[in-house]
């Protein structure tokens, strides 16, 4: 059973950046694409980006092309997402998953079998 755990969320200004965290354990790290969803109050809940399962297959969602960033460290079992020039429209609970599916950077919230607790991310104007 993978167990997930993210920090690093907080309130910001818009265009100061954040480091979000998620601890993985309980499973084999590196069998799993690593992703980071967002979810607004009143929205769904929305890709932000994944990392394959070697770490060298990224994708984004347009909207954070350019200042998010994505990355793994196989050693402390943790991914990360570096968020730079923050937005007011970023503002949402972050949440990382874990996905042993057969895609190599899915971007299905449905590909994914593990889920973090979510950490708040507020950014004003």
């Known amino acids: 059973q993978v167990q997930l755990v993210e920090s690093g969320g907080g309130l910001v200004q818009a265009g100061e950046s954040l480091r979000l965290s998620c601890a993985a354990s309980?499973?084999?790290?590196?069998?799993?694409?690593m992703g980071w969803f967002r979810q607004a109050p009143g929205k769904e809940r929305e890709f932000v980006a994944v990392?394959?399962?070697?770490?060298?297959?990224?994708y984004y969602t347009d909207s954070v092309k350019g200042r998010f960033s994505i990355s793994r460290d196989s050693a402390k079992n943790t991914v990360y997402l570096q968020m730079n020039n923050l937005k007011p429209e970023d503002t949402a609970v972050y949440y990382c998953?874990?996905?042993?599916?057969?895609?190599?950077?899915?971007?299905?919230?449905?590909?994914?079998?593990?889920w973090g607790q979510g950490t708040q991310v507020t950014v004003s104007s």
């Open positions: 998953a874990a996905s042993y599916s057969s895609f190599d950077t899915p971007r299905n919230k449905n590909n994914y079998g593990y």
């Open positions: 309980g499973g084999i790290f590196s069998n799993y694409a």
């Open positions: 990392i394959n399962w070697r770490g060298n297959n990224i």
